[in-house]
């Protein structure tokens, strides 16, 4: 009788070139893949509830798959462990119903994005955040991405490369609020395109740094071109730490990225 399975993942995207796996390249997916087929003595391959890019982080990640191979939940989770390197763990372990995939059950991701502030350029955190050497008006840019709630064309926030097959996304809910020197971009939607958290993140870090008026969003998001955008905000600054299930499974509670570990009230 075949296994399914759900595995909460979290990595550091700052020592892989991206979730999905490629020639010549290390992933996170790979990575994983290779210790789980370990442990089921057998190729494994996950499907994952969103595909992040190269330097991007997870707090919350959730794969999928199907094992033929009988192993008891500690095996997944603390022989898993065992065999990844730094930088990957999974944090829990959950048999699912046959049906459940994670990429196509999921109803809804949230990313964060994280934004510090501070006059020279940070040296520790330098891949967990994005550095901002002025001070951000946070009330400005939390105004602005209002205009980007609800259902509507993205076009102007898409990629080069997207292959999504429509443009249209529903963003349920976005805040940006401060803490401190850090400032906390949070979004939640049905699902994204290419780099499209990035590149709202560098509309609204224009907005924060007086570049462009708070009204300048909407009129970004009317012309539906890339072009009428600013540049990809960088990868280190963003982490998926959440993703919804509706009624057929409920993850457990999502986890803090490091920058933000002590902030308990974001949650």
Known sequence: MPTHLA?????DGSRFHGWQSQPDHRSVQQTLEDALGRIAAAPVRVAASGRTDAGVHATGQVVSFTSAAERPDDA???GGNS???A??????????DPSFHARFSATARRYLYVIQEQPQRPALAGNYVTWSRQRLDDEAMHRAAQVLVGEQDFSSFRGAGCQARTPMRCIHQILVRRFESLVVIDVTANAFLLHMVRNIAGVLLDV???QRPAEWVGEVLARRDRKAASKTAPAGGLYLVEVHYGDCFQPPPP????PLSGIRDLW
Do not use: D
């Open 7 to 11: 595995l909460g993942v979290e990595y």
């Open 76 to 78: 997944w989770l603390r």
């Open 83 to 85: 065999l990844l390197p």
């Open 87 to 96: 930088g990957v763990a999974v944090r829990w372990v959950a048999r699912v």
């Open 208 to 210: 924060g740094a007086a």
């Open 255 to 258: 986890m803090a990225p490091l």
